[in-house]
């Protein structure tokens, strides 16, 4: 099965900061992979598909992006209806489909 | 407009069997695959089966003996059926859409006598 290491498993930051959250994947999944937002209580919420790709409706303070193995999400400017668990999935080789162990985002 | 709704009991005794029925509107199970995911409270999603447009299911291993997918296009309806419960498969149960691009709600279940 195709492990995703995610980093940092939580972050702190301020209003207007830039934060960058990144998975690493085991085996190479060219870009398949997605990235969710999940508030408290809801359910999750596409962001990034195709690891770079923004989701409908999705701020475009959100991208993604790639390098080798590594993919990473970077809100650009937070703001406080960003603070969420953040968690890259892999769409690549499954059986299974294999997510991120998540990020906490909070605000400073 | 899509929608995904899970629905089922809240609560399975343990050994028992686990039924859910996610019911969808806005497209077509024939057109679409449907996912389920499940998610323990305070911990991370943990991919669990799909049911492909064709009707042929993958499941995860972990879960593999245990777990089956079917549908009723007819009605829209998924199903989930998941046997020998046990206290770990205390969660939350997501049904979504193909490319993961809608959720349902979540249905909680807990595992308890």
């Known amino acids: 099965d195709i492990q995703m290491t995610q980093s940092p498993s939580s972050l702190s930051a301020s209003l207007g900061d830039r934060v960058t959250i990144t998975c690493r994947a085991s085996?190479?999944?060219?870009?398949?992979l997605t990235w969710f937002q999940q508030r408290p209580g809801k359910s999750p919420r596409l962001m990034i598909y195709g690891a770079t790709n923004l989701g409908d409706g999705v701020p475009s303070r959100f991208s993604g992006s790639r390098s080798g193995s590594d993919y990473s999400l970077t809100i650009s400017s937070l703001e406080s209806e960003d603070t969420a668990i953040y968690y890259c999935l892999q769409c690549d080789k499954y059986p299974p489909y294999t997510f991120g162990a998540g990020t906490k985002l909070e605000l400073k | 407009q899509v929608q995904l709704k899970e629905s089922g009991p809240g609560l399975v005794q343990p050994s028992q069997t686990l039924s859910l029925t996610c019911t969808v509107s806005g497209f077509s199970l024939t057109s679409y695959n449907v996912h389920w995911v499940r998610q323990p409270t305070g911990k991370g999603l943990e991919w669990m089966g799909v049911?492909?447009?064709?009707?042929?299911?993958d499941y995860n291993s972990a879960l593999k003996s245990r777990l089956s997918i079917s549908r009723d296009t007819s009605k829209s309806q998924v199903f989930l059926k998941m046997n020998s419960l046990q206290t770990e498969d205390k969660a939350t149960y997501y049904c979504?859409?193909?490319?993961?691009?809608?959720w349902g709600q979540g249905v909680m279940v807990t595992v308890s006598s």
């Open positions: 085996q190479d999944i060219g870009n398949y």
């Open positions: 049911i492909w447009t064709g009707g042929s299911t």
């Open positions: 979504a859409r193909g490319e993961f691009d809608y």
